[in-house]
């Protein structure tokens, strides 16, 4: 199998998919603190290789499930940038006509089940979603994103449990980030490896370095070929670092300067760049103007969003159930 | 789609009687063997035929895949039931007593019931929750409560309790139809009655409250197994003299509270029956109802609610009948009603 | 004890003024230091401080074992209260946001609620559950939600919702000492806010409803955040000549009701406001009492409920704000009451 | 450390015990089946070396949770006969006074948290009772029972991750009887052996042959030395099985009539006797006097329970709630 930063097209998506997530958060971030946006959010910047790694290894038709943290995994997935950020700024453009915000963001046209705001809420209908597309004798998987600290929730344990003796299609993807909010893997877990929980369902779990995308990649498609041959679930443990707070009103008095500084030292998007200049793929001039375009893309999304009409609250109430149609 | 049938249960003139747990079965294997999308899962419903019987043999009939049981993990298997809905599919989920609800409210309320909302409505969620409630068998209080307040309290979900073997056929259709979930609430002590289900009786529709007697003095409005009750207590209250009418609201969300109204404006008086405690139970929804229409200008007496005590249902035969309400308990209702006015 | 504080929040007369947040960390504090069995676990409520701050500097003051972070696992967090307090400790949960009571509503309602009941009164639960309900912070349909009416439908469990700065302190220390299982929903939107709790301040007991504010044409019955929106909508109204009575049940289960039957009579004219959805809500107890008492032949107008929509929260702010009461429909409701009598 | 068939004294205590549990079932099938008894019941004939082999290794201040399965737990944690005959016949003189019946006996007193009607509802029970213990700075442990089944309940998950991580005194006993129900675990473990998923919590597992009164009782002693060091948790898992069906409406239809005969021909009780006997610390004569006297207790137990008054509904209201007292 060849690896993401083989070719220079392949590359090219890759880098440019990681440098959308990085930049489409920063301009979240930069909206939030200058009030221009409202409620919650939660980033995944120097997470990126994490979901990008592991969204390549798709087909368009697979489906993924996902987290609070999610909007790597969308965008790695293959969603509009502009819909996107329109949920997020509350218009009636966006992907939930402003009824859900970054929590809720879904395509299920696209295979993106959903983030959610529930820590571990998606990994049961993950298993769900395997367990239709075994049933409709389709061989489509799906991937299911949590974090380490969704891993202690009881849904976990049931859906890894459902997805194993079924033999379900499904990857259980942890991305272990070190923390749950505040409270490290260290005293979250009496366990080295989050893979190893995978021993108790009879599947093989494996830890791989989540800022690694071609890792990542190789892990997930590794599970992925499994999983369509009816092989059944894998865990994977991706281990990355979120550089920003937990949320907006985090003051990370839970960890020490030195150790997030270390781990922005490893910068997955600036390694994976690194490696395939070295390997000759791509040179400085074109790694530059990807990350241009990846600016210049979010830029895009950031102005058509922001002139777009905002969220209408005159249909709330027929908005609540799906009419009959047959 | 049949008629609002409205004879109680137990006549045999409209031709064929059978269990409610064979019209809940009935329409399990209609719906699966008209669209292979439906397909049932839960603990114990296989060869085991589900823990009150009600799926029976429909393992046998149409095998291991799509008579799915499962492990104890009612979360899971609730929300491995969201995800293949929302891939297509439409899972039945047999909660084996609807106390383990407990165990599955993030993935009923906080994911089936929202999604649709919550994502703008690219998303639809066709599910359905069954689920046995109720006391009388005298399984204690974890194994006999009556939840189906909170359920209708929650936006997105659709909330049915079946009274008659009919309605447990035709209701279980059009929620299997729906493209939203719905929880239907089957009564416990109801799977042994037997009522009448024509050959061929179809859906019965949501969101349609059934007159099952009309008299002239007295409104009850009753759910579940007080639907029956209040029919008996009608028989011996008509030997007094005292008319009343029996109202069933069947879908207890979306409410369909116009029939209720118009009865209570005719008779001035209303007796609300539940099984469930009064604190806050369904009721007071209908009371309020009442008193926020015109109705409430015609009432004769205060509103009268009879209810479960607010107390968890307790083992021993003697406590838990006194737990809840019983003929003779809606029959002296509906006296001191008559003579507060 | 304290005498029932009757001051609507943020008058200064009456001493200190603190905000919420920190009557309840100071509750926490005095119950910790008085007694040894008293501790806190929920998720980040150590060095982080908790998500909304509330127990900001106990981790310092009382260490880790006291202020006890916890994995994400509510169902074994609440599960693991029970355990405590039925081997003789006070455990106080921090449920990070009231919706995730979803997860953990084995253990509160089939657990916590029913031991003592169905042990015969051989055992206690002396525990208390803290959660954030409402909407109003942008945190959408799984973060906003308002659940007390299904928890005060719960036979065993006390239900308290806090909606001054000196209650917040008052209502929980008379939770941690009780010997039985009580939820405390405080409003994520009062955290911030202030009000008097002079040095001292103790216990407000619970089960008794204040009278926030005595009038003579409508009596408004508020809970949590709507409290304080009432009182506002009071100034309004009373600018127009409109005289109303603003009351705060504060502790929903079990509901002391004679304040509000007292006043209704009085007034003839019943606004309830909640923020939760009204289908099956907390306030539908309150219109059923009104009508079930004599209070109902005092009646000058239908009684009115302003709730939320049915609908989850959405998390555009234009459309949370439309899907909650808001100081102006409370104004509206109560003019048209007074138009419709 | 001696074994519980070692002495004379200790092996007929151990005897006692078992055959109290036997009797104590076959009186309540019996009242059952006559239609005297009320309401639902799960008997655990078959199971009974079990239950005494784990109580027995406990001191009397120790804990324990139950189970719906609960009866012999209890009796071998020392439950009086006559009040829990007296509970299950709904009177006023039961445990719970006719509130609870046979899913819900206790008895905190003597360390009985009680038994559960939800599967799995004891679990983060227990470990919370192992919490107030340590906080407490006492040395007890608690034993939490469980089923089979009742290992695929998120609750198990999170309790016995709790207890890992904090190193509480508990000992996770999982009583596999090889059905949760009516669904083997074949069917709903892709795993060999239950105690494996011991892994994923860092904690120690171990398989123990449920139907050897001796070996279960050491096992649980050696984690209950361990639990009382400080030394955390272990998950036991205890094989053995259920002879009767699950509960008094099965028709065991989803094992064969041989299985069941194969798992009587382990009777656990039979076989400690042989062993006693061989080893020469009892006579057969006092074995017989052993049964004797276990059927006496029970007889005496049924025979009071029944002539003790019916539990009261008077009071229903007031008995929700705990009077504050302090
Ligand atoms: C059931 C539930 N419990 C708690 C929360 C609050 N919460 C949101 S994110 C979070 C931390 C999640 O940690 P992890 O799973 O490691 O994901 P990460 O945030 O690190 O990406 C918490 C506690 C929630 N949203 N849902
Ligand atoms: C949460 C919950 N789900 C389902 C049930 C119904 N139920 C009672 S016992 C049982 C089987 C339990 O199996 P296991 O844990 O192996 O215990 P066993 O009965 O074999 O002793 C089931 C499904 C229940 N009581 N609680
Ligand atoms: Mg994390
Ligand atoms: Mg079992």
């Known amino acids: ?326 | 789609m049949t008629a609002t049938p409205t004879a109680p249960a137990g006549t045999t003139d409209q031709g064929r009687v059978i269990t409610y747990s064979e019209a809940v079965r009935e329409a399990l294997a209609e719906a699966m063997s008209a669209d292979e999308r439906v397909f049932v899962l839960g603990e114990d419903i296989g060869v085991y035929g589900g823990a009150f019987g009600v799926t029976g043999d429909l393992y046998h009939r149409f095998g291991a895949e799509r008579v799915r049981d499962t492990p104890i993990s009612e979360l899971g298997i609730v929300g491995a039931a969201v995800g293949a809905a929302l891939a297509g599919m439409r899972p039945v989920v047999e909660i084996q007593f609807s106390d383990f609800t407990c165990q599955a409210m993030d993935q009923i309320v906080n994911q089936a019931a929202k999604i649709h909302f919550m994502l703008g409505g690219a998303a639809e969620v066709p599910m359905v929750l069954r689920a046995p409630l109720g006391s009388g068998t005298g399984a204690a209080a974890q194994h006999s409560q009556s939840l189906e307040a909170w359920f209708a309290h929650v936006p997105g979900l659709k909330v049915v309790m079946p009274a008659t073997a009919e309605d447990a056929k035709g209701l279980l259709l059009s929620a299997i139809d729906d493209p939203n979930p719905v929880i239907v609430l089957e009564h416990k002590l109801l799977y042994r009655t037997s009522g009448p289900v024509p050959e061929g009786a179809g859906r019965v529709p949501l969101g349609k409250t059934a007159v099952r007697r009309r008299g002239r003095d007295v409104t009850i409005v009753a759910t579940g197994v007080m639907v029956q009750r209040s029919l008996e207590a009608a028989e011996r209250l008509a030997a007094d003299g005292i008319d009343v009418s029996v109202i069933d609201p069947r879908t207890l969300s979306p409410l369909d509270d116009a029939p209720i109204l118009e009865d209570v404006s005719r008779t001035g008086r209303a007796l609300l029956v539940q099984e469930a405690p009064g604190h806050v139970g369904f009721t007071a929804e209908i009371a309020s109802r009442i008193v926020e229409s015109p109705a409430i200008y015609r009432l004769l007496a205060p509103i009268r609610r009879l209810s479960g005590l607010d107390v968890p249902i307790p083992y021993a035969p003697q406590l838990e009948t006194a737990a809840v309400p019983q003929v003779d308990g809606i029959v002296d209702a509906a006296r001191s009603l008559m003579k507060d006015s």
Chains 1, 4 share one sequence.
């Not at chain 1, 930049?23 to 979240?28: D, I, Y």
């Not at chain 1, 946006?37 to 368009?60: N, V």
């Not at chain 1, 922005?264 to 530059?288: K, M």
Request: proline share 2%; aromatic share 6%; glycine share 10%.
């Open chain 1, 1 to 326: 199998m060849s690896k993401l930063g083989d070719d220079a097209t392949t590359a090219t998506r890759t880098l440019r998919t990681m440098w959308q997530i990085r930049r489409f958060e920063e301009a979240v971030d930069d909206l939030f603190a200058r009030g221009l946006m409202h409620g919650t959010m939660h980033l995944s910047i120097g997470q990126e290789a994490s979901a990008t790694g592991t969204c390549f290894a798709l087909r368009d038709d697979d489906a993924i499930t996902s987290t609070h943290r999610g909007h790597g995994h969308c965008i790695a997935k293959g969603a509009d940038l502009e819909r996107m950020m329109a949920e997020l700024l509350a218009k009636e453009t966006g992907y939930c006509r402003g009824r859900g915000g970054s929590m809720h963001i879904a395509d299920v046209a696209t295979g993106n089940l959903g983030a959610n705001g529930i820590v571990a809420g998606g990994i049961p209908i993950a298993a769900g979603a395997g367990l239709a597309y075994q049933l409709q004798g389709l061989d489509r998987v799906v991937v299911s994103f949590f974090g380490d600290g969704a891993a202690n929730e009881g849904a976990f344990h049931e859906a890894v449990n459902l997805a194993a003796i079924w033999k379900l299609p499904v990857i259980f993807l942890c991305e272990n980030n070190k923390y749950g909010m505040s409270f490290s893997t260290e005293k979250s877990f009496a366990i080295e490896n989050i893979a190893d929980r995978a021993v108790g369902y009879g599947i093989p779990g494996v830890t791989v370095d989540g800022n690694d995308v071609e890792a990542v990649n190789e892990v997930v498609a590794a599970a992925v070929e499994r999983a369509r041959n009816g092989e059944g679930p894998t865990l994977v443990e991706s281990v990355t670092y979120r550089w920003k707070g937990h949320s907006k009103s985090d003051k990370n008095l839970y960890r020490t300067k030195e150790e997030i500084s270390e781990w922005r030292d490893r910068d997955p998007i600036i390694r994976f760049e690194r490696s395939v200049v070295e390997r000759g793929v791509l040179d400085q001039a074109a790694i530059d103007a990807v990350r241009a375009q990846a600016t210049e893309d979010i830029r895009t999304a950031v102005r058509a969003a922001n002139a777009a009409p905002d969220a209408r609250p005159d249909d709330l109430l027929e908005a609540v159930f799906a009419p009959a149609t047959a």
